[in-house]
């Protein structure tokens, strides 16, 4: 990153990024402290991690095209952005403004401003049409207007009006009524904005032309493209029919491009006369605009919205002459579920709007980038519907080369630090990672303003020093001087890196130590468990007394059996067997004939 006011422009880059912070407060933010700083005068943004992190996080330096503080109106930010954009538009070649960043940060006020601030969008269609005044083509001439809309469905504001009224009128239930027509009210702000005036602002025409504007709006919700001037969805959006993204059939007969650019097929395309005009289509089309209340934000953008502003030139005689577009695109913001804290469709549409986000993020990062064979990285922009549309309303079909889009960072210095250094991450033009001098034991001690300044100094030392046109020995000595810091830092990121290993350690350590005493206690309960069961399966129970005397009188009778097998035997065998008193020895039997056994 060099020292120059803004950072290098690159030959690939496409999108031209602004970084505007938004005033914030303690209710309005979740941090407690500021950790994005504006150096002043220069197009850099400091982001100093929060006191916890300090210890192991370096201190980050972001470049844009040009930095709005705080204090900057929306006037400033239009003079900057949108002006280019639209002179561009009239002179035929196409734009796209959008605004990118964290939930509640900022973009749909950047956009569509507040109840006492013009948005970009009014501040444009005041321009452009204060501009064109009376050069307007005739209104009654929609037919010429309508030469090459193959692909679109035209109608003037006065027609596209009554249609969305009268539909509100025919709603079967007053509840889509009052639903449309509250939405409606509470963005009261869009057609009766107040300051700043932009009456001192214009684009150059082409002095032998006439012109004519269409405004159309559609949303990416969940991948798939809405119309947002479908008078038919105003009572149920459950019928709302996805439009495709395409080339179109036939194109207009001065366009000489070799490669025709994808239109949104079936839009409808309202031709607004004046600004008053385009104020209520611009109200009609936001009111149908998904939005719901998350926790970070209570009318949280829920879909990607484009306005397209077409300029179309014609010859005094009515013939059309060219044409361009200028799109500005207010992204949904993207958002942590936790912190949103959103559920069920909420979260699958935070998924979705966090996956084309991702993808936007890649496309910018890639922007910057040059490729090993020296040429400009190749963007892959084709990859997301978001990406599609935003990229190719800006970078292809006829014009020819130049700036052409720009995109408004927005952000909360006192916001969720996380998703905001990951948004300033990708979208940088420049980035650059340092390590302050000053210890972090010195940080942690200092209060967070004069750590974020001392850095900053530092860093302007450092920067400056680059850019002096030395002499050899200066040179020399400034390398030397750059080792040595360079070896400072490395000291410092290795005791650091000591420092994160020896925490590493202790923190594995008591983790296998809790472990072991889980394992220990899980063992020693399992070993008596063991041993209660056994001791249960031993115990006796108690005989039952009927069984016992079953079983004592079964071994009586066998017993009994046996006795009186012994006595036949023995009768059997006896001398004196049939012979009663006989000679010889007495029977040892004698008398037990009658013996009862029992
Ligand atoms: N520069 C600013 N000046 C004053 N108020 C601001 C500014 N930026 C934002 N705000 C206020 O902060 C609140 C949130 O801003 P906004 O709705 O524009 O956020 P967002 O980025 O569009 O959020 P989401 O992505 O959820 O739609 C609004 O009340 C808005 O008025």
Redo the contacts with the bound molecule.
């Keep these: 990153m060099e020292n120059t006011k803004s950072p290098p422009p690159s030959t690939a880059q496409l999108f031209q990024v602004f970084l505007?912070l938004?005033?914030s407060s303690p209710q309005?933010s979740v941090s407690e402290t500021r950790f994005l700083t504006a150096a002043p005068g220069q197009n850099f943004v400091y982001v100093t991690p929060p006191q916890e992190r300090s210890r192991f996080r370096a201190i980050e330096r972001f470049g844009f095209t040009r930095i709005f503080d705080?204090l900057s109106e929306q006037k400033d930010v239009f003079v900057e952005t949108v002006m280019p954009l639209l002179q561009q538009a009239i002179n035929g070649r196409d734009g796209t403004l959008a605004?990118l960043?964290?939930?509640?940060?900022?973009?749909?006020?950047?956009i569509l401003g507040?109840k006492d601030q013009k948005g970009m969008t009014q501040m444009a269609l005041d321009v452009l049409f204060s501009s064109i005044g009376d050069r307007m083509v005739d209104h009654n001439r929609v037919d010429i207007i309508a030469s090459d809309h193959t692909e679109a469905i035209l109608m003037d504001a006065v027609t596209f009006h009554e249609r969305m009224n009268s539909a509100l009128v025919k709603t079967p239930t007053a509840r889509f009524q009052d639903r449309h027509t509250s939405k409606r009210s509470s963005l009261a702000h869009i057609s009766t904005p107040k300051a700043p005036d932009v009456g001192d602002l214009w684009v150059d025409l082409d002095s032998k032309s006439k012109y004519a504007v269409l405004i159309s709006m559609y949303e990416l919700y969940n991948d798939r493209i809405f119309d947002l001037l479908d008078d038919s969805i105003v009572n149920n959006q459950n019928r709302r029919k996805a439009l495709i993204f395409k080339k179109p059939s036939t194109t207009a007969a001065w366009d000489t491009s070799k490669e025709s650019k994808k239109v949104v097929s079936g839009l409808r395309k309202v031709y607004a006369k004046n600004f008053q005009e385009a104020l209520q289509i611009l109200e009609h089309g936001q009111a149908s605009r998904r939005?719901s209340p998350?926790h970070?934000?209570?009318?949280?953008?829920r879909s990607h919205a484009f306005l397209q502003v077409e300029v179309k030139r014609f010859s005094p005689r009515g013939n059309e002459k060219g044409g361009a577009s200028l799109h500005i695109v207010?992204?949904?913001?993207s958002?942590r579920a936790r912190t949103a804290k959103t559920a069920g469709e909420r979260l699958a549409e935070a998924g979705s709007i966090n996956r084309s986000l991702m993808c936007l993020g890649q496309c910018l990062q890639l922007q910057t980038q040059v490729s090993d064979n020296g040429k400009p990285a190749v963007v892959p922009w084709r990859q997301s519907k978001l990406t599609e549309l935003l990229f190719s309303n800006s970078f292809s079909g006829a014009g020819g080369g130049g700036q052409r889009a720009s995109m408004i960072v927005?952000a909360d210095a006192m916001g969720d630090f996380n998703a905001t250094t990951q948004i300033l991450r990708y979208s940088a033009l420049a980035r650059e990672v340092t390590v302050p001098r000053a210890s972090s034991r010195q940080i942690s001690g200092m209060s967070d303003s004069s750590a974020a300044s001392s850095t900053l100094e530092e860093l302007a030392v450092i920067s400056t020093s680059t850019t002096q046109d030395d002499s050899k020995d200066a040179l020399i000595a400034r390398l030397i001087a750059q080792l040595e810091e360079t070896e400072a830092r490395w000291r410092d990121a290795e005791e650091r890196c000591l420092t994160i290993e020896q925490q590493v350690r202790e923190e594995v350590a008591d983790e296998m130590e809790e472990r072991l005493e889980e394992w220990r206690e899980g063992y020693v309960d399992g070993k008596l468990e063991i041993l209660r069961k056994g001791i249960e399966i031993r115990e006796d129970t108690p005989p039952d007394a009927a069984e016992r005397i079953q079983e004592l009188e079964s071994d009586n009778e066998a017993l009994r059996r046996e006795l009186l097998a012994l006595r036949r035997e023995a009768l059997g065998r006896s001398p004196s067997k049939g012979r009663s008193g006989g000679r010889g020895f007495p029977s040892p039997l004698k008398g037990m004939e009658n013996l009862e056994i029992y």
């Design positions: 505007r938004r005033p309005s705080e605004t960043g964290v939930t509640g940060s900022g973009k749909t006020h950047t507040s939005a998350t970070s934000n209570s009318v949280s953008s207010d992204l949904a913001g958002e927005t």
